[in-house]
């Protein structure tokens, strides 16, 4: 016998809902099956508060979607194991700074220079939110994602092309930006515009630890011209609508989340009927009848009554388990993918196992003692996954964070008797 099996706690699940769904309105049942299964499918999905509708009025990072794209396919299937780091990437978009002036805006210095020079500095101001992470997740790495703008009048005239980019931790709250932590510095052209990422791992660890600690980030942009005083001669992308969402500053964390997953679900109480389950699933029949030539040949009263109980019996195999994410009611919150075939195994594990089967060693002595009847209590093999792929899952948490997941073990891919 095998292990946990997710697939059939999922099957159980969806065909609880269904069945709850079919029940007369009004009926008491049915709403408290419902309730509880679709509560079990929240923790299976580890989500501990529904998250609100907000499909399509809000949109999620290019970047969470280019990562979602990279590392499962449209169906949020893995593509290949190690793609991802951790299996949980949380991104915060900025929302300012609490007492910051402006919501977190820029502010501009000028200062003099040696000559007729004047030094500028520039500094803006990004604060995120990170309350959503939860207790007892591993922080591996920690990006500061911000968009550089292209300078709107070029001037090469001038001589400078270059400035300094610093990005500090910000050690004090509200309108005070004098106390700071240098984290990095970089020359940056004055020309181009991208994307420039930080690593911040260290300071958001603290944040993590201690959540009073968080202030927010600050970059400076300084440089040197001559004969001329110019304002937002550098500047990073911030929310100002539409136009700009795409470009916003994010701070994406990757975490192991160090949870074990409930694997299965069937409540002592509940028989699962294959007939019917399958009607509740809407499962198509695909009846694969074992045949195997050899064992009705020349053999005697014994293998021939054996090969005719065979010939009607469906062999174990894959068929098909298809999760809508709409008609359970998250289509609202969940970006990718729409749905997603679970797959489950079904069919019998008769002796002789063939090599079609996948069946281990154990399962085969298991077969032969349960046909030779050498034990009353010893069942025939069962018909499970013995190949599991992982689910890969985009959407808005309850704050309305974008949220990558992976879930082990969450498709079956082959079905094998054990």
Same mark, same amino acid.
């Given at each position: ?116 020079? &004047? ?267 013995? &190949? ?31």
């Amino acid at each position: 016998m095998a292990g946990p099996r997710p697939w059939l706690g999922l099957a159980w699940l969806l065909g609880m809902a269904a069945a709850a769904s079919a029940l007369p309105l009004g009926a008491g049942p049915r709403d408290e099956v419902l309730a509880a299964a679709l509560q079990r499918l929240r923790e299976v999905f580890d989500i501990e508060e529904l998250p609100p509708d907000v499909l399509p009025r809000k949109k999620p990072p290019q970047f969470m979607v280019d990562l979602f794209n990279k590392v499962a396919d449209a169906n949020g299937i893995t593509r290949a194991p190690g793609l991802l780091e951790g299996d949980v990437v949380r991104s915060f978009e900025d929302r300012g700074g609490p007492g910051a002036p402006g919501g977190g805006g820029a502010v501009s210095r000028g200062a003099p220079w040696e000559g007729s020079s &004047e030094v500028r500095l520039h500094q803006q101001r990004f604060y995120f939110d990170i309350s959503a992470i939860e207790r007892g997740e591993q922080m591996l790495k920690a990006e500061f994602r911000v968009f550089k703008l292209k300078r709107k009048r070029v001037a090469r005239s001038e001589g400078q092309h270059f400035c300094k980019v610093e990005l500090y931790e910000l050690l004090e709250g509200g309108s005070k930006l004098q106390k700071k932590h240098l984290i990095a510095s970089r020359l940056l052209s004055l020309y181009t515009e991208g994307w420039e990422v930080f690593n911040v791992t260290q300071t958001v660890s603290k944040w993590v630890r201690n959540r009073n600690s968080n202030h927010g980030f600050l970059i400076t942009a300084t440089h040197t011209f001559s004969n001329k005083i110019e304002h937002n001669l550098v500047t990073f992308a911030k929310s100002q609508g539409n136009l700009q969402e795409s470009r916003n500053a994010l701070l994406v964390l990757f975490t192991n989340s160090n949870k074990r997953r409930s694997s299965s679900f069937v409540p002592s109480s509940t028989k699962l009927n294959p007939a019917k389950d399958d009607a509740l699933l809407g499962v198509p029949h695909e009846p694969q009848i074992i045949e195997n030539s050899n064992a009705s040949r020349s053999r005697g009263p014994r293998a021939a009554a054996v090969s005719a109980t065979k010939s009607h019996v469906t062999a174990c195999h894959r068929r098909e388990l298809y999760v809508d994410f709409h008609a359970i009611g998250w289509s609202g919150w969940i970006i990718y993918p729409s749905g997603y075939n679970a797959f489950y195994c079904r069919g019998s594990c008769l002796f002789p196992l063939g090599e079609s089967q996948n069946a281990t060693n154990h399962a085969t002595v298991q077969s032969i003692v349960h046909t030779l009847k050498l034990s009353q209590d010893v069942s025939t093999p069962c018909c499970v996954p013995d &190949e599991l792929k992982s689910l890969n899952l985009l959407y808005f948490d309850d704050k309305e964070n974008v949220v990558l997941k992976n879930y082990k073990d969450m498709v079956a891919t082959r079905c094998g008797c054990h």
